[in-house]
């Protein structure tokens, strides 16, 4: 199986912040990766796939980045809508595997 | 209306089993392969199983190969999730999740809100 480590597992900002999240896969994936963010008691939304394109609707502060075995994604300006949990996944290969997460936090 | 709505979970017994469906609306879900992606209490999310849009092909996580079962019903857009032999483990939400596109493996784009499974004596 594909394993996808995240770094770091929790971080803390403060509202108009840069922050990078890296994502880094124990294999080479190509462009197989998504970014997914999740906000407490609901489902998942899809932020970005094929490693750097952004889904429709997403705003544009978010980005990806990367190819083969290492990928971030970057929240620019953070806003008080983005603290939430962020996950990687791979589409490589079944299993689907995701990243065990990123919590952001208000600092 | 709500693209993806789960429904059946629910408290059972170790050993029990349980039948989870998705009901699909507002896509052509015959036209995509659809996921189970579940996520224990406090946890991150696992990938639990897929099948093909014309149901000919099944993938499974292996901490449920053999156990769980996935089909689904064109006719009716409904997807289901035949789950048996349930240990504590398996206590989770379950979310089924539509692949963007028919053949490449891009991303889920579309999730539904979760139902609730409890493996508890």
């Known amino acids: 199986d594909i394993q996808l480590t995240q770094s770091p597992s929790f971080l803390s900002a403060s509202v108009g912040d840069r922050v990078t999240i890296t994502c880094r896969a124990s294999?080479?994936?190509?462009?197989?990766l998504a970014w997914y963010q999740q906000k407490p008691g609901t489902a998942p939304k899809l932020l970005i796939y094929a490693a750097s394109t952004l889904q429709s609707g997403v705003p544009a502060r978010f980005s990806g980045s990367g190819s083969g075995t290492e990928f971030t994604l970057t929240l620019n300006n953070l806003q008080p809508e983005d603290f939430a949990t962020y996950y990687c996944q791979q589409l490589s290969r079944y299993p689907r595997t995701f990243g065990q997460g990123t919590k952001v936090e208000i600092k | 209306q709500v693209p993806l709505v789960e429904s059946g979970g629910g408290v059972v017994q170790p050993g029990g089993s349980l039948r989870l469906s998705c009901v699909a609306s507002g896509f052509a879900f015959s036209g995509f392969g659809m996921h189970w992606v579940r996520q224990a209490p406090g946890k991150g999310l696992e990938w639990v199983a897929f099948?093909?849009?014309?149901?000919?092909?099944?993938f499974y996580a292996d901490s449920v190969k053999g156990r769980f079962t996935t089909s689904r019903d064109n006719s009716n857009n409904t997807l289901y999730l035949q789950m048996s032999s349930l240990t504590s483990e398996d206590t989770a939400v379950y979310y089924c999740a539509k692949d963007q596109l028919r053949y490449d493996p891009e991303a889920f784009d579309i999730w539904g809100q979760g139902t609730m499974v409890t493996v508890s004596s």
């Open positions: 294999q080479g994936i190509s462009s197989y």
């Open positions: 099948i093909r849009f014309d149901g000919f092909y099944k």
